[in-house]
């Protein structure tokens, strides 16, 4: 693919081996199973469109070539694929798409998350609400106690004034990260090469207090199983029904 034009404004991370997504995940990528009737990498897809990104880059490895062959005729956003021979984990594979991306802030989401719109949609908030001025990462939370199918101990706390801390050495903190941020690409400079976890950039924005969390307001799925897949779609269902409803009540398509 020739150099594009812009830079992309979006990275979706499409690339990892979805091991506890077995046997389904077998012969598909996981970003490619159908939750609601499309794939979970259509609705994060659709959801960046709506929020007005006009170029996205997706990357792939794992099966990647099934990746590259759905995302090909995409036009709302338009796809610039970043294949990755070895397998280089969240933040390695967004320091090897730097070059196809701005400059200035990187809106960041994992292509296997699924979550439903509250008040305003996921992407605008987190576009209108980061500040580099302050900022350097502003990553989208939710509550522990009500991410369906979320069992884990939490990863932040949330301070008054935005900014996170790490639930540490505690037994349990009262958000976990859903899997969709904005960075300042700056993050990335002096970090490995190679295969390594956007952990190593939150941990620097940490230190330097330009870590904050917005906690989204709409519903969110964890979903890592085939039984969890199964079990989680007629309340997808619901919930999307509800999602429509609001929208509609609302003056919304």
């Known amino acids: 693919m020739s150099a594009p034009e812009t830079k992309a404004q979006a990275m979706v991370l499409a690339a990892g081996l979805g091991k506890r997504m077995r046997p389904i995940t077998d012969t598909m990528p996981k970003p490619l199973i159908s939750v609601a009737g499309k794939p979970m ?104 106690a009500d991410g369906y199918g979320y069992d884990g101990a939490g990863d932040f706390f949330w301070q008054v004034d935005g900014r996170l801390k790490r639930r540490g050495e505690a037994p349990s903190a009262p958000y976990f990260f859903t899997g969709v941020q904005v960075l300042a690409p700056h993050l990335f400079e002096n970090t490995p090469d190679g295969a390594w976890s956007l952990n190593v950039v939150y941990d620097k924005a940490l230190v330097a207090g330009r870590c904050y969390g917005l906690v989204h307001d709409g519903g969110y799925f964890h979903i890592g199983t085939p039984d969890a897949l199964e079990d989680s779609e007629p309340v997808i269902a619901k919930a999307l029904e509800v999602e429509r409803t609001k929208k509609a009540a609302s003056g919304g398509v």
């Open 41 to 144: 990498l259509d609705h994060v897809l659709d959801k960046l469109a709506s929020a007005g990104v006009t170029q996205a880059v997706v990357n792939a490895h794992y099966l990647g070539q099934q990746i590259i062959d759905h995302v090909g005729d995409r036009t709302a956003p338009t796809i610039i694929t970043s294949p990755e021979e070895d397998l280089l984990e969240t933040g390695g594979g967004v320091k090897n798409a730097l070059s196809k991306l701005n400059e200035d802030a990187i809106l960041i989401a994992n292509a296997d998350v699924f979550w439903t719109e509250g008040a305003e949609p996921l992407f605008d908030r987190l576009i209108n609400a980061f500040d580099p001025d302050h900022m350097d990462a502003l990553l989208a939370l939710y509550p522990v």
